[in-house]
């Protein structure tokens, strides 16, 4: 079946630097999405991505998918104590059915 | 945004005891709703898809007899988890998506953490 991983399992960053997680489908994706949950809380939406080769940023946060529809990866520039979280990426290979990744858990020190 | 709430938030329970747990979607219909299952420090894990009007999915390994969906309206899932077992404690999530056009974007309902002793 579909499987979707993500790396890295967590990082450790200090404020102000750069953070990048990848993900990356055993198959070829519809649609990708990404979600970030806060500690003890439920995961919530970021953005969608549907079309090969797209990126699209959101203030700090640059999201691409892959010319394949295979991968894809969530870039965070110059991280802040807020970004705090884990990351998910979340396949699709049509319809409403999402795989999720594993998630990164980012740890920010300020 | 698209708001989906669960009830309860918590519930603890002793073993051997069913626990039904809902899944709303207050400002939006559903056809279509997931459940997942998330352990501590781990991703989602899909258990099933929630079919309004017809019998649940289930993935593999899930068993459907443990877990038992219904979607009994365009608004409401249930999951009832039967016989429960300290095994069972999770954090249990649904989610709707509201596909407008090509969009995806799934709607979580804030959990229910279960604990079973």
């Known amino acids: 079946g579909q499987q979707v991983m993500q790396i890295p399992q967590y990082q450790h960053v200090q404020e102000g630097e750069d953070f990048t997680t990848y993900c990356n489908s055993s198959?070829?994706?519809?649609?990708i999405q990404w979600y970030k949950q806060r500690p003890g809380g439920h995961p919530v939406f970021l953005i969608q991505?549907?079309?090969?080769?797209e990126v699209k940023k959101q203030k700090r946060l640059t999201f691409q998918f892959g010319e394949a529809k295979k991968n894809s990866s969530l870039h965070i520039t110059a991280t802040q104590t807020t970004d705090v979280g884990t990351y998910f990426c979340?396949?699709?290979?049509?319809?409403?059915?999402?795989?999720f990744g594993a998630g990164t858990r980012l740890f920010v020190k300020a | 945004g698209a708001v989906v709430s669960q009830h309860p938030s918590w519930v603890i329970c002793k073993s051997g005891t069913s626990v039904k747990i809902e899944c709303r979607s207050l400002?939006?219909?559903?056809?279509?709703m997931f459940w997942y299952r998330q352990f501590p420090k781990q991703s989602l894990m899909l258990m099933a898809t929630?079919?309004?009007?017809?019998?649940?999915?289930?993935e593999q390994g899930v068993e459907k007899d443990k877990f038992l969906i219904n979607h009994a309206s365009l608004t409401l899932s249930t999951l009832t988890v039967t016989s429960a077992h300290p095994e069972d404690s999770s954090f249990y999530i649904c989610s709707a998506p509201r596909g407008q056009g090509t969009l995806n974007e799934q709607f979580f309902g804030p959990g229910t953490r279960l604990t079973v002793l």
């Open positions: 929630s079919n309004e009007g017809s019998k649940a999915t289930y």
């Open positions: 400002d939006f219909q559903a056809t279509t």
């Open positions: 198959t070829t994706l519809s649609n």
């Open positions: 979340a396949g699709s290979g049509g319809g409403f059915k999402t795989i």
């Open positions: 991505l549907v079309k090969s080769g």
